[in-house]
């Protein structure tokens, strides 16, 4: 697991970046720390106080030389890990619990980023189908791959020493500010009626009088539709704000 030093007593955050430019994505192997040897995107601590997307970048800087535009870093998951680190006598010796937070900047084809060895990490270029697992922390295979499809995750990691003892991710639903990325413009009506119906199916919004299996739904069930949907997001808005992000307030 990814023990990072910090204040004992208030639950810390790690911030690590995914930075993937189209089937490659950027790995540093540690030169030294409590990971030395061991391969991760780039991870660092975020300071008391400090917003998880500015730390991305400052940490990208620091271990990796390169810089990122922060309005391109997306925010996928947030993992708590929960430690316990056995004492010499093999005895329950402490405990360290802390959020990370998994962050992917997607590198447009514009961009050129060259990573650069520093005191810290010898980051490399990656090809995504071999990423190299056995010598990175044990809860990275767990998570990594939902991430680089596109997922957004929750989870949890119990560890005993470096064994997973237990483990529990799951998804987070998709909202509509995620769907209007499919669609032209930001225009949900621009959508196929078929992935608007999908959509309120998997949230469970029933449309009054609307059949899902009409072939060819009466004038203005798209509308409808829309207007349903809108109004669930709407109501669970601070809900699902709660459950992602609650734990980095």
Known sequence: NKKMAGTTGIRNIVSQVLVMHGNRIILGRWKSGELAGRKTALLGLVDRGEDPIEASCRIAKEIANIDLDPSKLVRKA????????????????FEEIYDEHELVYDAGPEETIQPEETESMEPRWVDIDRIPYAEMPRDDEFWYPAVIEGKSLRGIFSFEGEKIVHKHIWEVPRILDDIYEDAADGDLAKLKIEDLKYLAECIGVKIPGVSWKKVAPPRGVKANIIRALQDWDAK???WRDQWFYGVSK
């Open 78 to 93: 947030i993992l708590t890990m929960d430690s316990t680190y056995p004492d010499q006598e093999g005895k329950e010796g």
């Open 236 to 238: 669970h808005q601070r």
